[in-house]
């Protein structure tokens, strides 16, 4: 009975206090806000095409959510592919630094979408045919669509000969075309060498067909030898003496 009643008075006596050392707050840091991170992508953007010749629009900037840094200065750097042009879907590197020490490097998807006017055939085309001024005009097109280099004034297009066949309405690539040869394979031309003191001519045969300013090949129908000549005229060829 005692030992019950002692054990009662320890339990009603109050339990000591362990004290546990405070925690410490935690360390003060840096908010990015997403719209701020949207606004750093913008920017690249708008530089990278600023020299564009089109109307150019965003139409995704891959970020979701605000970004927590450690307390500093902090900095950015925004990396493109070496290739990319400035218009299309492209995966960029956002690097973030705090005091010139990397933090961050995401990647961020972008889209854009770059409007110009483009050379485009009136009708469809065939492959030898001389283009007319009535047979293109200019039209709106998305570059992100577009593969190659595009004829971007009708002037680049008007008076060359198509090297394969172009459906109506569709871009004119300025590899599909080529100037008017004006010397054609098989036919006689007058061979010219001269310098200042002497002039030499000589009737020979085109190997090769080829505009003015082009180089073919020509052979000399005394000597029977082949030559390189530059064409001059639709019958005369030089060569260098």
């Given at each position: 009975?005692?030992?019950l009643?002692?054990?009662?008075m320890?339990?009603?006596?109050p339990?000591?206090?362990?004290?546990?050392?405070?925690?410490?707050p935690?360390?003060?840091?840096?908010?990015?806000?997403e719209?701020?991170l949207?606004?750093?992508i913008?920017?690249?953007?708008a530089?990278?095409?600023?020299?564009?010749?089109?109307?150019v629009t965003?139409?995704k900037?891959g970020i979701s959510?605000?970004?927590?840094?450690p307390?500093g200065?902090?900095?950015y750097e925004?990396v493109?592919?070496e290739s990319?042009?400035?218009?299309?879907?492209?995966?960029l590197?956002?690097i973030?630094?705090?005091?010139?020490q990397?933090?961050?490097?995401?990647t961020v998807?972008?889209?854009?979408e770059?409007?110009?006017?483009?050379?485009v055939a009136?009708?469809?085309?065939?492959?030898g045919e001389?283009i007319g001024?009535?047979d293109?005009a200019?039209?709106?097109?998305?570059?992100?669509h577009l593969?190659?280099?595009?004829?971007?004034?009708?002037a680049?297009a008007?008076?060359?000969?198509?090297k394969?066949?172009?459906?109506?309405?569709?871009?004119?690539?300025?590899?599909?075309?080529?100037?008017?040869?004006?010397?054609?394979?098989?036919?006689?031309?007058?061979?010219?060498?001269?310098?200042?003191?002497?002039?030499?001519?000589?009737t020979?045969?085109?190997?090769?067909?080829?505009?003015?300013?082009?180089?073919?090949s020509?052979?000399n129908?005394?000597?029977?030898?082949?030559?390189?000549a530059?064409v001059?005229?639709?019958?005369?060829?030089r060569?260098?003496f």
């Open positions: 009975m005692k030992a009643l002692v054990l009662f320890l339990l009603a006596l339990l000591p206090v362990r004290a546990f050392p405070p925690v410490p935690p360390p003060a840091g840096t908010v990015v806000s719209a701020e949207r606004r750093v913008g920017d690249f953007l530089q990278k095409d600023q020299h564009l010749n089109a109307e965003v139409k900037i959510g605000d970004l927590k840094l307390a200065k902090v900095s925004v493109a592919p990319w042009e400035g218009w299309g879907n492209v995966s590197a956002l973030v630094r705090v005091d010139d990397v933090k961050r490097n995401q998807l972008v889209e854009v770059a409007l110009a006017e483009i050379v009136t009708r469809p085309l065939e492959r001389v001024e009535s293109v200019l039209a709106r097109r998305d570059l992100a593969q190659g280099r595009y004829c971007r004034k009708t680049e008007v008076g060359l000969m198509l394969s066949s172009v459906r109506g309405n569709s871009p004119l690539r300025a590899d599909y075309l080529e100037r008017v040869p004006i010397v054609k394979s098989g036919q006689l031309v007058t061979i010219v060498a001269e310098n200042d003191v002497v002039r030499i001519t000589a020979g045969r085109a190997k090769g067909s080829g505009a003015l300013g082009d180089t073919i020509v052979q129908l005394a000597s029977q030898k082949e030559l390189a530059r001059v005229d639709a019958t005369t060829v060569v260098d």
